[in-house]
Nanobody
Framework: QAQLEESGGGLVQPGGSLRLSCRAD????????FAWFRQSPGKEREGLVS????????RYAPTMGGRFTASLDNAKNTVFLQMNSLETGGTAMYYC???????????????????WGQGTQVTVSS
């Protein structure tokens, strides 16, 4: 069974919104750092945001411009990524990660020890 289950991707028009979900098991969710990444074909992987499940403190990549918001549902062990004003450049596979080491790093980066979700495709197109 996958430790992280992502959902919420799909096709959206430019300017539209989507909310991605990343559900974890209770042991993985509690007191750990989750992050969202995306990767488009031919491009480097890009870190979007990290969030610490204990206190909800977030860190956003400067390029997000306030259009993306990470949040938590502790009752459901789920991390969300609300994406607004999507642009065609946002077409990518989006991944959720869990770093099993407590607080988030000072930068948004892949977990040293942890898990990756299977990814959910987001396509922004008219």
């Amino acid at each position: 069974q996958a430790q992280l289950e992502e959902s919420g991707g799909g096709l959206v028009q430019p300017g539209g919104s989507l909310r991605l979900s990343c559900r974890a098991d209770a042991l993985t969710y509690k007191y750990n750092c989750f992050a969202w990444f995306r990767q488009s074909p031919g491009k480097e992987r890009e870190g979007l945001v990290s969030i610490y499940t204990h206190d909800g403190i977030t860190r956003y990549a400067p390029t997000m411009g306030g259009r993306f918001t990470a949040s938590l549902d502790n009752a459901k062990n789920t991390v969300f990524l609300q994406m607004n004003s999507l642009e065609t450049g946002g077409t990518a596979m989006y991944y959720c990660t869990a770093h099993l080491g407590g607080r988030c790093f000072s930068e948004i980066r892949a977990p040293d020890i942890g898990y990756w979700g299977q990814g959910t495709q987001v396509t922004v197109s008219s």
